[in-house]
């Protein structure tokens, strides 16, 4: 895709801009939307503990809305940031429309549970 993965929310008006600190959602809370980071550092959290660190083109709070669960984790702001959020319908309709769009989130999910069990495996 030549303009990259943020091209594909160029101009999008539904963007959310993080303070260092901030909280974009908290572990337990019902999900609405996943989120895009355009720019700026997030991290995933459980508890104080943290799970991954994510920048730009990075999507975060995309199981809670595939599932209807309640979010497994925290996200917070490292940085300055700016999210671009992604509703349901929203969402539907982009990985109906764009493969690469849904390419990118299954990725992310893959990428997730192998840092997992990973985790995991170490443990044992």
Same mark, same amino acid.
């Given at each position: 895709?030549? +303009?990259?993965?943020?091209?594909?929310?160029?101009? +999008?008006?539904?963007?959310?801009? !993080?303070?260092?600190?901030?909280?974009?959602?908290?572990?337990?809370?019902? =999900? $609405?939307?996943?989120?895009?980071?355009e720019s700026g550092k997030l991290e995933i959290l #459980?508890?104080?503990?943290?799970?991954?660190?994510?920048?730009?083109? #990075?999507?975060?709070?995309?199981?809670? !809305?595939? +599932?209807?669960?309640?979010?497994? =984790?925290?996200?917070?702001?490292?940085?300055?940031?700016v999210v671009i959020a992604v509703d349901e319908k929203?969402f539907l309709r982009m990985v109906s429309d764009t493969?690469?769009?849904?390419?990118?989130?299954?990725?992310?999910?893959? $990428?997730? !549970?192998?840092?997992? #069990?990973?985790?995991?495996?170490?443990?044992?």
């Amino acid at each position: 895709m030549a +303009d990259g993965f943020l091209g594909l929310f160029r101009g +999008d008006p539904s963007t959310k801009k !993080l303070a260092p600190g901030q909280v974009l959602f908290s572990k337990g809370e019902a =999900a $609405h939307q996943l989120f895009v980071v355009e720019s700026g550092k997030l991290e995933i959290l #459980d508890g104080e503990t943290v799970l991954e660190t994510v920048g730009p083109e #990075d999507i975060v709070g995309e199981m809670a !809305l595939i +599932d209807g669960e309640p979010r497994s =984790a925290t996200v917070r702001a490292v940085t300055a940031s700016v999210v671009i959020a992604v509703d349901e319908k929203r969402f539907l309709r982009m990985v109906s429309d764009t493969p690469y769009f849904a390419l990118r989130v299954m990725r992310v999910l893959t $990428h997730r !549970l192998r840092a997992m #069990d990973k985790a995991i495996a170490t443990r044992l």
